[in-house]
């Protein structure tokens, strides 16, 4: 809505809350939004399994950029390693976000099995990491199956994913990791272009200005498209597989 060339003209005035879900939302769609439409852009969390709402951001000046806020009531939110030992908060505990809550699933119909690998002691585990801030909100860097391993270093495509949004030659974008024999994997990103002029260079620049040096892309990918699903959400797995 933001790139439709009549948008800026509505009248916002009767807007009074805008909640982005399904996928992160970006740092910098969330500030265009609130420049265009003079609204908070306010992000929540949860799945199918969890009925669906875990966590939201206040509807109000408390909330926090990035984050996908705290938990609803009645329900518990942890952050836990790879044994499923619970990890302190803290940027640099990153682990698995786990829930339990009146409104976890039971599990999946006759399928005991995936049922058993998804929750475990009654914890229902996402597949999403991330960490807990000290006073509770709490924040996604990325779903564990598309973290990206460089030179034994967790790279996480939505970190790289916000930082090409911010590129105003850039629409949308994909993150993810190749195989590579001496790095384990690299990163390459997928691109539709705002601006036709965007060169190939201007990407790899941009990203060395505002990420780590072993998370800029060593490939770009210029495309028409990126494959979605039905509700807009861009599929890294059909990327991958292509």
Known sequence: ???????????????????GGGMAVQRAVAERWQQVTGCLLTEGYGMTESSPVLTVNPVDKTMRLGTIGMPVPSTDLRIADDLGNPLPPGPENVGEI???????MKGYWQRPESTAETIKDGWLCTGDMGFMHPDGFFQIVDRKKDMILVSGFNVYPNEIEDVLAMHPKILESAALGLPDEKSGEVVQVFIVKKDQSLTEAEVIEH????????????????????????????????????
Do not use: W
């Not at 998370?215 to 861009?234: A, D, H, M, S, Y």
């Open 207 to 242: 990203c060395r200005t505002n990420l780590t040096p072993y998370k800029v892309p060593k490939k770009v990918q210029f495309r028409t498209e990126l494959p979605k699903t039905n509700v807009g959400k861009i599929l890294r797995r059909e990327l991958r597989d292509a």
């Open 98 to 104: 786990q829930a339990k809550g009146p409104q976890i």
């Open 1 to 19: 809505m933001l790139n439709h060339p009549d948008f800026a003209t509505l009248d916002f005035s009767s807007l009074k809350d805008t909640v």
